[in-house]
Antibody, heavy 123, light 110 residues
Framework: EVQLVESGGGLVQPGGSLRLSCAAS????????MHWVRQAPGKGLVWVSR????????NYADSVKGRFTISRDNAKNTLYLQMNSLRAEDTAVYYC????????????????WGQGTMVTVSS | QSALTQPASVSGSPGQSITISCTGT?????????VSWYQQHPGKAPKLMIY???NRPSGVSNRFSGSKSGNTASLTISGLQAEDEADYYC??????????FGGGTKLTVL
């Protein structure tokens, strides 16, 4: 079964750090771009970051640039999001999502999602 | 990057058709055929319903269809069913090599 399982969320004080993990299974992880998408309580989806299949290229939303770092370990089939200088507005459920492909061609959509991990930034 | 504009809510009766719009700019929706749509039920992860404006992934009902004209994309759901009641989000790739979502539309099946 194709699956993504996030972990690492929790309560952190403003200015603190947290590292999220996303364990992938059921597919060839190293062949896919991966993304982080977040959703504040009662709000909409917001794209956060993308990493390409070998980890050599990354992109970030302006709201997290310079504070968050996306990375991956293809040997461990795991995606990460290092979050530093956290703010109250970073409070959200964080989803990892697989970048969709059709016959190996990237189609710029998200086809597999994890269940999400909650990050709460509060003193 | 500003969020794409979607109506906050739409509603329809079972069997009817509804359309949800998604308006962006020439830097996102209008500039690429990389618009996708997601369905999200309460407390659940989003599900891909449409990719590249009008393509359905395997397993998605053909009652769901997508289109685009200029800077506005649309999702149409025909033959509304109770199970379609959910939040719907559009997304587009952008000229900044990022992605942007719409604010979401709550669909109520009356």
């Amino acid at each position: 079964e194709v699956q993504l399982v996030e972990s690492g969320g929790g309560l952190v004080q403003p200015g603190g750090s947290l590292r999220l993990s996303c364990a992938a299974s059921g597919f060839t992880f190293s062949s896919y771009w991966m993304h982080w998408v977040r959703q504040a309580p009662g709000k909409g989806l917001v794209w956060v970051s993308r990493i390409n299949s070998d980890g050599s290229s990354t992109n970030y939303a302006d709201s997290v640039k310079g504070r968050f770092t996306i990375s991956r370990d293809n040997a461990k089939n795991t995606l990460y999001l290092q979050m530093n200088s956290l703010r109250a507005e970073d409070t959200a459920v964080y989803y990892c999502a697989r970048g969709a492909t059709i016959f190996g061609v990237v189609i710029f959509a998200f086809d597999i999602w994890g269940q999400g991990t909650m990050v709460t930034v509060s003193s | 990057q500003s969020a794409l504009t979607q109506p906050a809510s739409v509603s329809g009766s079972p069997g009817q058709s509804i359309t949800i719009s998604c308006t962006g700019t020439s830097s996102d929706v209008g500039g690429y055929n990389y618009v996708s749509w997601y369905q999200q039920h309460p407390g659940k992860a989003p599900k891909l319903m449409i990719y590249e404006v009008s393509n359905r992934p395997s397993g998605v009902s053909n009652r769901f269809s997508g289109s685009k004209s200029g800077n506005t994309a649309s999702l149409t759901i025909s033959g509304l069913q109770a199970e379609d009641e959910a939040d719907y989000y559009c997304s587009s790739y952008t000229s900044s090599s990022t992605w942007v979502f719409g604010g979401g539309t709550k669909l109520t099946v009356l």
